[in-house]
């Protein structure tokens, strides 16, 4: 079964320097969610997209900003990159409105590991 | 403000036995819990769901169960397998269906199986 996708699965970049991450959920799926996870921590949620549309807000700094497009892929764009933003990235999706009890599932994908030099 | 901890950083047991993990929350009120597993450098599996108006969940040699009134979790792995080895997470949603949903996660138990 088709799974979660994620470009690139790693990235290098330095401070100051922009990122833009990539997530292509689960064909049918129209919701998004980004996790950012540091090393030994719990995946922190950081902004959710339904339908296109920005539906719940976490701990994303103001220097990201994320959308979802007409296909429902979705990016995270970063900006102004810090030493600290270095973590795993994951996306999740799922189903919004299946009605079938299993639209809370969200399945992950395996993360883009960004290190920031 | 919202908390949730699983009973232990780490936890040790020899194949064969069952293992117990315990998620424990406090100011909050989930309508649904979730665990998931995570090896190191993937992506968060889901296993099982939970809803508040439910008591136990299984799903082959997994079960849950879920007592709003403890706020408390508990995942169980019975005839545990070396493969069985990973973190395990466990994750409060805020409500039912829709375009909510983001997940308050735990730190997680690693869970290690000796042959």
């Known amino acids: 079964a088709a799974g979660v996708i994620q470009s690139p699965r790693h990235l290098i970049k330095e401070k100051r320097e922009t990122a833009t991450l990539k997530c292509y959920p689960i064909p049918r799926h129209d919701t998004v969610y980004w996790y950012q996870q540091g090393p030994g921590q719990d995946p922190q949620f950081l902004i959710s997209?339904?339908?296109?549309?920005?539906?719940d807000k976490g701990s994303i700094p103001d220097r990201f900003s994320a959308q979802q497009f007409s296909d429902y892929h979705s990016e995270l764009n970063m900006s102004s990159l810090e030493l600290g933003d270095s973590a795993l990235y994951f996306c999740?999706?799922?189903?919004?409105?299946?009605?079938?009890?299993?639209?809370?599932?969200?399945?992950f994908g395996p993360g883009t590991r960004l290190l920031v030099l | 403000s919202q908390k949730i901890e699983q009973n232990s950083e780490a936890l040790n047991i020899q194949e064969g036995k069952t293992a117990t993990l315990t998620c424990n929350y406090t100011?909050?009120?989930?309508?649904?819990l979730q665990w998931y597993r995570q090896d190191p450098g993937r992506g968060p599996v889901f296993l099982l769901l939970i809803r508040e108006n439910e008591k136990e969940k299984r799903k082959e040699r997994l079960k849950v169960t879920f007592d709003t009134t403890l706020k408390q979790s508990l995942f169980h792995i019975t005839a545990s397998q070396p493969a069985d080895s990973a973190t395990y997470l466990c994750?409060?949603?805020?409500?039912?269906?829709?375009?909510?949903?983001?997940?308050?996660f735990g730190k997680g138990t690693k869970l290690s199986v000796k042959p």
């Open positions: 994750a409060l949603g805020a409500s039912y269906g829709g375009s909510q949903g983001n997940l308050i």
């Open positions: 999740a999706s799922s189903l919004g409105r299946s009605g079938t009890g299993t639209e809370e599932t969200q399945y």
């Open positions: 100011n909050y009120s989930p309508a649904y």
């Open positions: 997209f339904y339908e296109k549309m920005q539906s």
